[in-house]
């Protein structure tokens, strides 16, 4: 209602109850006018829903409507049928209830559309399990089939239910659907053989036809065209646009196999629907003497085929009828209209009873457990009452006598349980209850239903009756027996005025809802509703199992009169009637808006008539009577709080105080209200809108503060995200940081008490203990190694290696050495090679051996000690092509008497010359010679011993020469006599001659000097030369 109060200006009012005046009819229409012309065809009154049918597709049955209205509040969103099912949904699952659901209105008003709309908003929204999605489809399924055997095209609408259908929709305790169960009433089976013009047959008829393949129609003998059969065309209107019999019929075969109908029974079930047909074309003759014959064999002999019967007792049956009179059988031919009329009814008791069957056999597949169904403690129920509505025809009969009467029935039944219900709240809420001033229609249903005084006793008696009865005496008896009721005239109890507009065979009944005036022509046959017996008896003998299952034995045997139709009629009500008492119920009353069946049509009569029967403003009244508006403090509180401040935002007392502040604040007086125990009662309309006026002047100022309290809490909530993720991060990095730390220390922790043991265990075996440890000491002697490698040849220094590396330190060292001797060789130039290898040289022969020679080490040979200049030239000439290599000058001691004489020694690549100035005085040829003897002291004496033999050498030379150490060496290294070198201690002996040998003396001195010694001995002084 919340939403109707906000939206009340739009569109009309979404609840009538909030018309200010509500006692005003005009206004009520004018309110549903104005909303079925928005397309909004659901308005309430109260809880009851008013449905005006729209005669167009709407777009407000989708998955995603339904999701809409699922568990939402009643009130709180706009009226619709989902509403009404899911709000009694959850009444029945929370108060473990049983509901029902009453949907009522005219033919055509949109009833049957809006059960079926209800029970796919179950399907669709309750919860299922694989068991139940087989019950669910076949719970949706039952409806094509029943529309097509139940349902046919009447004036009024193209596809109206003619039979009254009440189910029962079972739940388990979880709120899932657990089963069915269908209760039919009354099925107009006069239409089965005539239809008024304008209307059709049972839709089945024409989709068999129209749907059924050649070989089924061949197996049926029927042919394709309606109108080749007299039971479709009595209306002639065998073909509607509207209806699709073909698709239907797809519809219904798929609907048959989904609810378990087995191929057999299905084929049984179309034999019959044929034979109806079959029956139909079977025609009756009149012979001369009035005997009755039938025309048309071969119709008949289909129509016994069909129905599994001999086909001559079925003509026999047809034509004739069995009496028992004092005891004793006996036949009688009947006349033609009797045997039409035997024919008429065996055509619609078939098709009565097979619809029975129908229905029996649809409640076996959806009561899956028969046994559950009954027993089943924690289901709950919801039923769905969709049944023919009010109806007053242009001539009503026995039919609209019945639909009246159960409407009359159902009001009542509203009456009582919306006065009860809404006097048992103001008890519950402890209101004083204010009477409501209602039309109670108990009267009418007295007089129709009482026993032995009401229409249908009369009217049953009329039939039972011995001697001859008629409609007309039935209604003689009418008006003898209530004749005197105030809802009863007839032609002859009415005034002139009435008296004009009924016929004399018409009685009039003032129902609740109108004046309807019943024509009393067949209404004694068809309260009898008769079947000859014979043709019973023909029936109970069928081989089709549904016929066989349908006609019993038992009730040709049993001789008691069958139950009247009125008062079957009367007894499924009365049952009805304790059925929907027992259950919580909801109203969808429905209202059809034209009889055109167009979309966007408003006819203000018709749609007033209904109003009225309907009994809608009866209906506001008792709503209005007391109090316009009612909710429940919590409700109320909670819509209308933010208009004061006591209650804003949040009130924390007991409810009723709250509700009790807020309207002093607002100002009520205290006759436009009453606070119950758990509501708050408001009287007129009017309050209440002042109330939501001031709720809409208010919610700019709401809205400004949900918008700060929410940007708010949201910032807040934000900041704290943010917030803790920011400690998560800074925890998770500490953390990992410690962690590390701690890792770190403990290694080095680890590698210290290693090293510390391996420092201990250092001089054992290499091992575990020890082995981080000596590694350790290698590699750091290597690197140290490294940084102090010795730069040249002459650095001998080398670290000391520890213990375990002194062999490699050893082979590193001399690797180095070699490396640096490489080095070393591959940068000396060819003249320092030479000086090198002549040093080498020098030091083989010299080192160690003579005094002078570590004086020489340091000091370079050089490539002469004569200048060229200094070397005469004719000397050279003489020299020819040999060339000087090196000369010296030296001073030669005779070998006799050791005179000295200056001379220049020359050597050249094959021997070696002393020259005197311009003459060569002594040729040495290199090969001849025989030794190079020098003493071991610091003198520069030296003797080349060449032997005697040759002449040319002229023997020993005895020379003193100051450059001796390199003289000696080159002359060794040209004539290649390194190992003629002789190094002499004490004295060097020399050849004289050829027989005599001269001796040279060595000793120390402080100076060099060669003198004559003892003996002949040339006396050489040596001095001592310092080496450092
Ligand atoms: N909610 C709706 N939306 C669209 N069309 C609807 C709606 N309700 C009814 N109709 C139309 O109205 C037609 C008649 O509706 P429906 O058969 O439900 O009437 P009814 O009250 O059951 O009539 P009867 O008493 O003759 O069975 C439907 O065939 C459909 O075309
Ligand atoms: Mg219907």
Redesign the pocket.
């Known amino acids: 209602m919340e939403s109707a109060l906000t939206a009340r200006d739009r569109v009309g009012v979404q609840d009538f109850v909030l018309l200010e005046n509500y006692n005003s009819e005009a206004t009520f229409i004018e309110n549903l006018r104005r909303r079925f012309r928005e397309n909004l065809i659901y308005t309430y009154i109260g809880s009851v829903l008013v449905s005006v049918n729209p005669y167009k597709e709407l777009e407000i049955y989708s998955k995603q409507q339904m999701e809409r209205y699922r568990g939402v509040s009643f009130y709180e969103i706009s009226p619709h049928i989902y509403a009404i099912s899911d709000n009694t949904y959850r009444a029945m699952r929370t108060e473990r209830r049983d509901q029902c659901i009453l949907i009522s209105g005219e033919?055509g008003a949109g009833?049957?559309e809006a059960s079926k709309k209800i029970l796919l908003y179950f399907a669709v929204t309750c919860p299922t399990n694989d068991h139940m999605v087989t019950l669910g489809d076949r719970l949706l399924q039952s409806n094509p089939v029943l529309e097509a055997f139940g349902?046919a095209k009447t004036l009024r609408?193209d596809?109206?239910?003619r039979f009254g259908k009440y189910m029962d929709i079972q739940f388990d305790f979880k709120g899932a659907t657990m089963g069915g169960h269908i209760l039919n009433y009354l099925l107009e089976k006069s239409r089965v053989v005539h239809q008024n013009h304008g209307e059709r047959n049972f839709h089945i008829f024409y989709q068999l036809l129209d749907g059924g393949d050649d070989d089924l129609l061949n197996t049926l003998n029927l042919e394709r065209n309606p109108h080749s059969y007299r039971y479709l065309v009595k209306g002639s209107c065998a073909r509607v646009s509207s209806v699709s019999d073909k698709n239907n019929w797809r519809v219904v075969r798929k609907a048959l196999d989904v609810i378990g109908f087995t191929a057999e029974e299905v084929q049984k079930l179309l034999n019959i629907v044929a034979s109806v047909l079959h029956l139909g074309n079977t025609l009756f003759g009149e012979g001369e003497e009035g005997e009755t014959y039938i025309t048309t064999e071969t119709q008949l002999s289909n129509a016994a085929k069909l129905l599994g019967v001999d086909g001559s007792a079925l003509k026999e049956a047809l034509t004739h009828k069995k009496l028992t009179a004092k005891g004793e059988e006996m036949i009688s031919p009947l006349n033609f209209e009797q045997a039409v009329s035997a024919r008429d009814a065996l055509a619609k008791a078939v098709y009565g009873r097979t619809f029975n069957w129908l229905v029996e056999k649809i409640n076996q597949s959806l009561a899956l457990k028969e046994e559950i169904y009954h027993s089943s403690k924690d289901a709950s129920v919801i039923g769905l009452l969709?049944i023919y509505g009010f109806e007053v025809l242009q001539h009503n009969s026995f039919e609209q006598f019945c639909i009246n009467y159960c409407n009359e029935k159902l009001q009542q039944l509203f009456i009582e349980l919306t006065l009860r219900s809404e006097q048992e709240e103001y008890e519950t809420e402890g209101i004083a209850w204010e009477t409501v001033q209602y039309f109670d229609n108990k009267i009418i249903c007295d007089l129709i239903e009482e026993k032995h005084k009401g229409i249908i006793s009369i009217l049953d008696e009329e039939c039972l009756r011995p001697g001859e009865t008629c409609d007309i005496s039935f209604l003689e008896k009418l008006e003898d027996t209530v004749g005197g009721h105030p809802h009863f005239i007839t032609h002859k109890l009415a005034n002139g005025k009435t008296r004009r507009v009924m016929s004399r065979e018409e009685f009039r009944l003032l129902h609740y809802a109108g004046e309807v005036n019943y024509n009393v022509n067949g209404f004694l046959d068809k309260n009898n509703d008769l079947l000859n017996r014979n043709l019973k008896e023909v029936m109970c003998q069928s081989e089709n199992q549904i016929l066989s299952h349908c006609f019993r034995r038992e009730e040709v045997i049993d001789q008691k009169r069958p139950e009247m139709a009125a008062s079957q009629f009367k007894n499924s009500l009365m049952k009805l009637m304790e059925i929907l008492m027992s259950k919580e119920p909801s109203y969808i009353r429905c209202i059809k808006p034209n009889d055109a069946k167009q979309p966007g049509r408003f006819d203000e009569v018709l749609v007033r008539h209904q109003v009225k029967y309907l009994g809608l403003m009866e209906n506001l009244r008792v709503r209005r009577a007391g109090f316009a508006y009612r909710r429940r403090f919590e409700a109320f509180l909670q819509r209308y709080k933010p208009l004061c401040p006591e209650t804003w935002p949040n009130w924390n007392g007991k409810l009723a105080d709250g509700v009790s502040a807020l309207v002093n604040h607002l100002g009520y007086k205290p006759e436009e209200y009453k606070l119950g125990r758990s509501k708050i009662f408001i009287r007129f309309p009017k309050t209440l809108f002042a109330t939501e006026d001031a709720l809409e002047a208010k919610k700019p100022e709401i809205a400004v503060t949900l918008q700060k309290s929410w940007r708010g809490y949201r910032e807040r909530a934000n900041y704290q995200r943010i917030r803790h993720a920011v400690i998560v991060i800074q925890s998770g990095w500490r953390g990992m940081k410690a962690r590390r730390r701690a890792k770190r220390r403990r290694e080095a922790a680890q590698l210290i008490r290693r090293f510390i043991k391996g420092f201990i265990c250092r001089h054992e075996e290499y091992c575990d203990d020890n082995d981080y440890f000596l590694d350790h000491v290698r590699c750091y002697f290597l690197k140290h190694l490294k940084k102090t490698l010795p730069r040249s040849v002459l650095d001998k220094s080398w670290p000391t290696p520890p213990a375990l590396l002194v062999e490699a330190s050893e082979h590193l060292q001399m690797l180095h050495m070699r490396n640096m001797v490489i080095k070393y060789c591959r940068r000396v130039q060819p003249e320092w090679k030479k000086q090198m290898m002549q040093k080498v040289v020098a030091s083989e022969i010299f080192k160690d051996q003579k005094g002078s020679y570590p004086h020489s080490v340091g000091r370079l040979f050089l490539d002469t000690r004569l200048e060229r200049e200094q070397v005469s030239l004719k000397v050279l000439q003489t020299l020819g092509s040999e060339k000087v290599q090196y000369g010296v000058a030296v001073i030669k001691y005779d070998r006799r008497g050791f005179k000295p004489r200056p001379r220049q020694l020359l050597l050249t690549n094959s021997f070696a010359v002393l020259v005197d100035r311009t003459k060569i005085k002594q040729r040495l040829d290199y090969a001849a010679l025989r030794g190079i003897s020098v003493s071991s002291l610091c003198d520069g004496m030296v003797v080349l011993h060449m032997p005697w033999e040759d002449n040319k050498q002229k023997g020993d030379a005895v020379l003193h020469c100051s450059h001796v150490i390199e003289l000696v060496t080159k002359l060794a290294m040209m004539a290649s006599k390194t190992n003629y070198v002789n190094i002499n201690p004490g004295c060097i002996r020399f050849g004289v001659s050829r027989t005599k040998e001269g001796i040279i003396d060595f000793v120390r001195g402080s100076e060099l000097k060669v003198s004559k010694g003892k003996r002949g001995h040339l006396l050489v002084t040596a001095p001592q030369i310092s080496t450092t």
Do not use: E, L
Request: net charge neutral; hydrophobic share 0%; no cysteine.
């Open positions: 033919s009833k049957t349902n609408n596809n109206s239910s969709d």
